[in-house]
C-alpha cells in the first residue's frame, strides 16, 4: 500500500492538451516528469542512456528503475501519467496517437517484465486500446486508475474499469493413455478474462 500512495503521489498532475485534427497514426511519447533515484533508458537502437528530468522518450524505448528510485512519466498524447516504482523495467512497445472529432484515439501498450506500475489513463474513445502486458497476463485499460505488480499479476483498480486477462499455467492428467502405460500428464496455457473495476483488487499469486 505505501508504494501505491507513493506512486499516486508522483503521478498527481494534470495535463491541457491543444490538438489539431489528423488523418494517420502519429508517434506519442512519453517525458521525465520526475525523478528520485537514479535509473536508464535503452533506445530501440540498443544505445543505454541515463534517466534526467527532462528526458523524452518514444515508441521502442526501455525505462529502468534502480534499488530505492521512484519514476514519474508524462504522457501526453497516451496517457497522462505513468509511475514506476523502484526495480522496474517498462518497454514502450507500442505508443500511438490520432486525432480525430471525436477525441484523441490513443494505441498503447506497455510491456512491465518486472517491478511495479502505477497509471492513469484518460477515458478512452473511437477505437483506442490500452494494455499493459506482463508474463502473468494482460490489462486492458478502459479509462481509469490502476496499480499493477508484473511479478504476481496482481492489479488494484482505484477508479474505472480494467479487463484483465490472466495467463495460467494449467496442469491436467489424461487418465487413459491414447498408446497404453502410465497416465500422462499434460501442462498448457489458458487465458482468464476478469472484468475489475472501482476498488477490486485482483489477485493471480495462486496460479503457476
Sequence with gaps: MRRITKLIALTAATLTLGMGVQADMQPGTAVVRQLEGSGTYVTEGGVERPLAVG?????GDTVK???????HLLLPQNG????L??????????????ETELG?????LLD?????????????VGDSKYQVRSPKGIAEVKGTDFYYDAKTGDIHVLSGQVFLTIIMDVTQENSIPPFGGDPSTLTFAKAVTVNAGLGD????TMVG
Design 80 to 83: 497522462p501519467d505513468v509511475g
Design 65 to 71: 528503475t534502480s534499488a530505492d528510485s521512484w519514476l
Design 55 to 59: 528526458v523524452v522518450l518514444k515508441e
Design 104 to 108: 484523441v484515439v490513443k494505441q498503447t
Design 201 to 204: 483488487n485482483v489477485a493471480t
Design 112 to 124: 512491465v517484465p518486472e517491478g511495479q506500475i502505477y497509471g492513469h489513463v484518460d477515458t478512452l
Design 85 to 98: 516504482a523502484p526495480q522496474s523495467t517498462l518497454r514502450f512497445t507500442k505508443l500511438q496517437y490520432q
